[in-house]
């Protein structure tokens, strides 16, 4: 072999090798993207399933001893992680018709009050202002009447973001069961519908 060949042969060995490392490289990079990617997704994913979630559970309308109809929901987290800075507004009753479009909440319509916590599986029970049984009967509805409690939440979900729910829930006022006493009446939360506005959270 002469002297020239070996050279030409050495060239090819090093061009092949240069290639193979190079292909080396990049395939390297690219499982190295994978692999930060799919730790990313993990991330994003454990976030989602151990957060703090609340959800809004009716409790009924109640007949208070002041005279007055109060509508009662639970607060309940359940989620993985408690919900901190947590508060909450429940509007008054409205008496309205099953068309009725519920006005967007935001944060402005929350109380200033110091913020709570709901632990994982815990509930927080609050009522909104009272309504009289003399305003449900004398409200102006065209079709049958419902009675709406409605309101809003906001609270962090344990990974230091933001999050709120919006709810509305629905009572049809032909399920009232009168007071033993007979002075009012109240409607069981089972009655209770997620109306088709208001609904909604983050």
């Known amino acids: 072999m002469s002297n020239l060949q070996a050279v030409v042969l ?3 060995a090093a061009d092949w090798a240069a290639i193979a490392s190079a292909a080396a ?16 997704r ?18 009924g309308v ?15 987290n359940v ?10 507004v ?4 409205v008496v309205r018709n099953a068309e009725w479009v519920t006005p967007v909440l935001t944060n402005a319509a929350l109380p200033r ?3 709570g ?3 994982i599986g815990g509930e927080v029970f609050q009522g909104s202002k009272g309504i009289t049984p003399q305003e449900v009967a004398e409200a102006q509805v065209d079709g049958e009447k419902y009675l709406y409690v409605w309101g809003r939440a906001k609270f962090k979900n344990g990974f230091n973001r933001k999050r709120y729910i919006n709810f509305c829930h629905r009572y049809p006022l032909e399920r009232m069961d009168p007071e033993p006493q007979g002075l009012g009446y109240s409607i069981s939360g089972k009655f209770a519908r997620h109306h088709e506005y208001g609904n909604n959270a983050n």
């Open 62 to 76: 109640e007949w208070h001893s002041s005279g007055l109809l109060v509508g009662q929901v639970a607060f309940k």
């Open 113 to 115: 009050r110091p913020p």
């Open 117 to 119: 916590l709901v632990p």
């Open 10 to 12: 050495l060239l090819q």
């Open 79 to 88: 989620g993985k992680l408690p919900a901190t800075e947590f508060v909450s």
């Open 90 to 93: 429940v509007n008054n009753i």
């Open 42 to 59: 993990q991330i994003a994913d454990t976030r989602i399933l151990q957060r703090a979630y609340l959800t809004v559970v009716p409790k």
């Open 25 to 40: 490289t990049v395939v390297i990079a690219v499982f190295t993207i994978v692999l930060a990617w799919v730790g990313r």
